[in-house]
């Protein structure tokens, strides 16, 4: 059982930064791939960035030059960096780690809006 808390949220205005944070109860190197996901109302919910136990990464093409996934060691936190923020990037934002099962935080709201 792995337990994931985001935090780092809030309202920004359009073409500012946030790092969101998420800590689990395990050491992060031991899970295969952690994940940040987003949902919007009314959509459903989306990948935007992921990083795997030995380093490889992949962002969602809205993502792309904009959020940064990083750990801060192999153990905790995981982090997503996100700058030039647009209010399309309005969402819950939820950390999920990956193997062996599937675990979700219970999300962080980001606001994009002036």
């Known amino acids: 059982q792995v337990q994931l808390v985001e935090s780092g949220g809030g309202l920004v205005q359009p073409g500012g930064s946030l790092r969101l944070s998420c800590a689990a109860s395990?050491?992060?190197?031991?899970?295969?791939?952690m994940g940040w996901y987003r949902q919007a109302p009314g959509k459903v919910r989306e990948l935007v960035a992921a990083?795997?136990?030995?380093?490889?990464?992949n962002f969602a093409d809205s993502a792309k030059g904009r959020f940064t996934i990083f750990r801060a060691n192999a153990k905790n936190p995981l982090y997503l960096q996100m700058n030039n923020l647009k209010p399309e990037d309005t969402a819950v934002y939820y950390c999920?780690?990956?193997?062996?099962?599937?675990?979700w935080g219970q999300g962080t709201q980001v606001t994009v809006s002036s």
């Open positions: 999920n780690a990956l193997g062996p099962g599937s675990y």
């Open positions: 395990v050491s992060i190197s031991s899970i295969y791939r």
């Open positions: 990083i795997t136990s030995g380093g490889s990464t």
